[in-house]
């Protein structure tokens, strides 16, 4: 630490307020929940707003700064710009005078002070950093000039890291899109000397036909085993697949295992190496994701088990790059509630185009992993530029709360 800088506990300069707003019927309020908040830059997300508020929460003014106490391992806090309520699992303090409070927020999303939060936190589902603990956490404390200048450098450097990361998310973004246009093209038949094609009213090139998946594949499901019953649970070795794992291009192992008596008593069944998983229903982009299965393994109901069988074996790389083009187009067809579900009806009905000759169709794969596979490579620069440029920020605030060279 820089000499003439004192240290200080976090609570002497951030005063934590206890402010509660207790509603007596539903108001419209700003509210930040944990969900609202970035992780690591101090940002709100584009969902925060107002919203219903019947329950109680922490009332926090403009100026405040918002520390996520819950799974501190997340980053998560935000100097408000206006009032409004928030999560009780956010802990809030009011900058006193002696303290800028850009200054402080950046200390708090410093890659030490989240490591060590997150080192001290109780529970284990939902592990939670103590009031006690951030309060008694040593704060260095530079003069109030010195902290303003050491923020003015710090958000001349991020500016420029922003800048850069933004162009970066950018490029992913047109690489995205190109993807998507690859994959809509090759099932229109464009990518496959288009020129000789007719096209017909649906699009489709004229010799395609179009044929219901469950006319050239068995679709099945699979179930939960009850889970108290020990005996289809305990020492199983039975890999057991939920949906969650289809967000993968490939299914190479399984969180949870079965036992051998659950695959006979219950509605499991084993799944076979090359079987295509289409995930049913799963929370957020889960739903539609298509998966091949490399290993065997049973499934739970919210995946469809697609198994091809003779000359349809030679289909499945055409028809997983087909789901995965039509992800979006199969979440819509989806029906129910709160969470809406596809079914093995909508998979066994679904409509493959498939041209006339297996020369044209592996044609059609070739080249979308041909011109994906550059999409792959260039995304994976970016991804690691983007997180040398998260190390990078780290860095800075790490010099500069030792009072080293960034400022």
């Given at each position: 630490?820089r000499?003439?800088?004192?240290?200080?506990?976090?609570?002497?300069?951030?005063?934590m307020k206890?402010?509660?707003?207790?509603?007596d019927?539903t108001?419209?309020l700003?509210?930040?929940?944990?969900?609202?908040?970035?992780?690591?830059?101090?940002?709100?997300?584009?969902?925060a707003?107002?919203?219903?508020?019947?329950?109680?929460?922490n009332?926090?003014?403009?100026?405040d700064?918002?520390?996520?106490?819950l799974?501190?391992?997340?980053?998560k806090?935000?100097?408000?710009?206006?009032?409004?309520?928030?999560?009780?699992?956010?802990?809030v303090?009011?900058?006193?005078?002696?303290?800028?409070?850009?200054?402080?927020?950046?200390?708090?999303?410093?890659?030490?002070?989240v490591?060590?939060?997150?080192?001290?936190?109780?529970?284990?589902?939902?592990?939670?950093?103590?009031?006690k603990?951030?309060?008694?956490?040593?704060?260095?404390?530079p003069?109030?000039?010195?902290?303003?200048n050491?923020?003015?450098?710090?958000?001349?450097l991020?500016?420029e890291?922003?800048?850069?990361?933004?162009?970066?998310?950018?490029?992913r973004?047109?690489?995205d899109?190109?993807?998507?246009?690859?994959?809509?093209?090759?099932?229109?038949?464009?990518?496959?000397?288009p020129?000789?094609?007719?096209?017909?009213?649906?699009?489709?090139?004229?010799?395609?036909?179009?044929?219901?998946?469950?006319?050239?594949?068995?679709?099945?499901?699979g179930?939960?085993?009850k889970r108290?019953h020990?005996?289809?649970w305990?020492?199983?070795?039975?890999?057991?697949?939920?949906?969650?794992?289809?967000?993968?291009?490939y299914?190479?192992?399984a969180e949870?295992?079965?036992?051998?008596r659950?695959?006979?008593?219950?509605?499991?069944k084993?799944?076979?190496?090359g079987?295509?998983?289409?995930?049913?229903?799963?929370?957020g982009?889960?739903?539609?994701?298509?998966?091949?299965l490399?290993?065997?393994?049973?499934?739970n109901?919210?995946?469809?088990?697609?198994?091809?069988?003779?000359?349809?074996?030679?289909l499945?790389?055409?028809?997983?790059?087909?789901?995965?083009?039509?992800?979006?187009?199969?979440?819509?067809l989806?029906?129910?509630?709160?969470?809406?579900?596809?079914?093995l009806?909508?998979?066994?009905?679904?409509?493959?185009?498939?041209?006339?000759?297996?020369e044209?169709?592996?044609?059609i794969?070739q080249?979308?992993?041909?011109?994906?596979?550059?999409?792959?490579k260039l995304?994976?620069?970016?991804?690691?530029?983007?997180?040398?440029?998260?190390a990078?920020r780290?860095?800075?605030?790490?010099?500069?709360?030792?009072?080293?060279?960034c400022c």
């Amino acid at each position: 630490m820089r000499e003439g800088w004192q240290t200080c506990k976090l609570g002497n300069v951030l005063l934590m307020k206890k402010d509660k707003h207790k509603p007596d019927r539903t108001e419209s309020l700003f509210y930040i929940g944990l969900e609202h908040i970035e992780k690591g830059t101090g940002r709100l997300t584009e969902t925060a707003g107002v919203e219903e508020i019947n329950t109680v929460k922490n009332a926090y003014k403009s100026g405040d700064i918002l520390y996520g106490k819950l799974r501190p391992y997340l980053n998560k806090a935000h100097l408000a710009t206006q009032d409004g309520v928030c999560s009780t699992d956010i802990l809030v303090f009011e900058p006193s005078p002696k303290i800028d409070p850009k200054f402080a927020l950046n200390f708090i999303l410093s890659r030490q002070f989240v490591n060590d939060m997150s080192e001290n936190t109780s529970g284990v589902n939902l592990p939670r950093v103590s009031t006690k603990y951030v309060q008694n956490y040593r704060f260095p404390l530079p003069t109030l000039p010195e902290q303003k200048n050491i923020v003015a450098k710090i958000e001349e450097l991020f500016s420029e890291l922003d800048n850069g990361s933004a162009n970066l998310q950018e490029a992913r973004r047109k690489i995205d899109i190109y993807r998507q246009s690859v994959l809509k093209k090759a099932f229109e038949g464009e990518l496959t000397n288009p020129c000789r094609y007719e096209i017909d009213m649906r699009k489709h090139p004229k010799g395609w036909k179009f044929i219901k998946m469950g006319n050239i594949a068995k679709i099945g499901t699979g179930a939960t085993p009850k889970r108290g019953h020990k005996a289809y649970w305990e020492n199983g070795t039975v890999p057991w697949v939920t949906s969650g794992a289809v967000n993968n291009p490939y299914v190479t192992s399984a969180e949870e295992y079965i036992t051998n008596r659950a695959l006979q008593e219950t509605n499991c069944k084993i799944a076979l190496p090359g079987s295509l998983l289409v995930a049913m229903y799963g929370e957020g982009k889960t739903r539609g994701k298509c998966s091949e299965l490399k290993i065997e393994a049973a499934t739970n109901q919210a995946i469809a088990i697609i198994t091809l069988e003779n000359e349809a074996v030679m289909l499945k790389s055409y028809l997983k790059w087909f789901f995965i083009m039509n992800y979006e187009n199969i979440r819509l067809l989806s029906s129910g509630g709160v969470q809406p579900n596809l079914n093995l009806s909508i998979i066994k009905n679904t409509s493959i185009p498939l041209p006339e000759t297996l020369e044209e169709q592996t044609q059609i794969v070739q080249e979308i992993e041909s011109r994906l596979s550059v999409c792959d490579k260039l995304i994976e620069t970016i991804d690691t530029s983007l997180k040398q440029a998260e190390a990078l920020r780290q860095s800075i605030l790490k010099k500069a709360f030792e009072g080293g060279a960034c400022c």
